[in-house]
């Protein structure tokens, strides 16, 4: 049974740095992408980045492109999203989620379709706040 688990959030002020991780166990296909979404309370959740284990490339949603880095470590299974200049709008509960294929997936213009993603973590809290 696929598990994925994110750790590394907590309480920051603006302008303040924070790296998520994410460790998905429990699985043996070999063509996978990890997501991160985040929702924010009262507000949907929405995508934040992905990255293809397959290649490492990746995606970002605009408002976060040149502040979060998101990188892989294809022998721990684990993937990583580097924040930087962490604004009070960054405030949400961050999840991780994969999306299996049977073919190698490479990230072009946009991530995989949520509907995609089959397993996802229980999520990790980032508050941004002076």
Known sequence: Q??????????VQPG???????VASGFNLVHYAIAWFRQA?????????????????AYYTD???????????NAKNMVYLQMNSLKLEDTAVY???VH?????ITIA???????LYG?????TQVTVSS
Do not use: H, N
């Open 2 to 11: 696929t598990q994925l688990v994110e750790s590394g959030g907590g309480l």
């Open 16 to 22: 303040d740095s924070l790296r998520l991780s994410c």
């Open 41 to 57: 309370p009262g507000k949907e959740r929405e995508e934040v980045s992905c990255v293809s284990m397959d290649d490492g490339s």
């Open 63 to 73: 408002s976060v492109k040149g502040r979060f880095t998101i990188s892989r470590d």
């Open 95 to 97: 999840y991780c989620a």
């Open 100 to 104: 299996f294929s049977r073919r190698p």
């Open 109 to 115: 213009t946009m991530c995989p379709p949520r509907k």
């Open 119 to 123: 397993s996802w973590g229980q999520g």
